[in-house]
């Protein structure tokens, strides 16, 4: 079955510096990969999308990478700010038509002062 | 527009009980996902609607849940008895071109079965 992985359950950085998350998969590439931030106590809110033909996509600070032979896409924020602390996810279509996206459990990105 | 709205944000109730969640769609938006979150094991979907028709239930866990969309600004989740593993946050979500596009989440219904 399908796997996903993210780096690691938590990451802590100096403000200033960038973030990187990696999110890792098995077996099939998803034709769609997003990516969500999501705060204490709120849903997860969509940030960015890439599409399976598309190796980067930026948005302001934020920039995904995919990467369909190593099963891994990359989201990096630069010039990281106290404000950018919160839950990531990385979530996966398979374009199936069953209309399921896949999460994973995320990264806990805090921003240090 | 206000955003996916869910309530209540919070429910406790004990076991055997019978919970409804409810969930107002942003207005347009054709599909509509109902969300289970975890700790254990994160993010996982429930079912879906498109048009308020059911389309795919089968991340629903048992009989015990039941989802409807009597109309296109208006979806339940209802729970018939409860059980204290199914206690979780709940997340209703839409869109307007299913997941190969972004979803917008409502806050949540953080549930807890005593």
């Given amino acids: 079955s399908q796997k996903i992985e993210q780096n690691s359950e938590a990451l802590n950085i100096q403000e200033g510096k960038t973030a990187t998350l990696t999110c890792n998969y098995t077996n099939y590439s998803p034709a769609y990969l997003q990516w969500y931030r999501q705060d204490p106590g709120r849903g997860p809110v969509f940030l960015l ?23 891994q896409s990359l989201f990096h924020i630069t010039a990281s700010q106290p404000a950018d602390s919160a839950t990531y996810l990385c979530a996966l279509d398979f374009l ?8 994973g459990t995320g990264t806990r990105l805090t921003v240090i002062p | 527009d206000a955003g996916v709205i869910q309530s209540p944000r919070h429910e ?16 347009g938006h054709d599909y509509l996902f109902w969300y289970r979150q975890t700790m254990m094991r994160g993010l996982e979907l429930l079912i879906y609607f498109n048009n308020n028709v059911p389309i795919d239930d089968s991340g629903m866990p048992e009989d015990r849940f039941s989802a409807k969309m009597p109309n296109a600004s208006f979806s339940t989740l209802k729970i018939q008895p409860s059980e204290p593993r199914d ?22 219904t953080q549930l807890s079965v005593l």
Wanted: glycine fraction near 8%; aromatic fraction near 10%.
């Fill in chain 2, 87 to 108: 206690s979780a946050v709940y997340f209703c979500a839409s869109s307007s071109r299913g997941t190969n596009e972004k979803l917008f989440f409502g806050s949540g």
């Fill in chain 1, 49 to 71: 999308l890439i599409r399976e033909n598309e190796k980067e996509k930026r948005k302001e600070r934020l920039k995904v990478t995919f990467d369909t032979t190593l099963k």
């Fill in chain 2, 12 to 27: 406790v109730t004990e076991m055997g009980q019978e919970v409804t969640l409810r969930c107002k769609p942003i207005s």
């Fill in chain 1, 96 to 103: 199936t038509g069953a209309n399921n996206l896949f999460f």
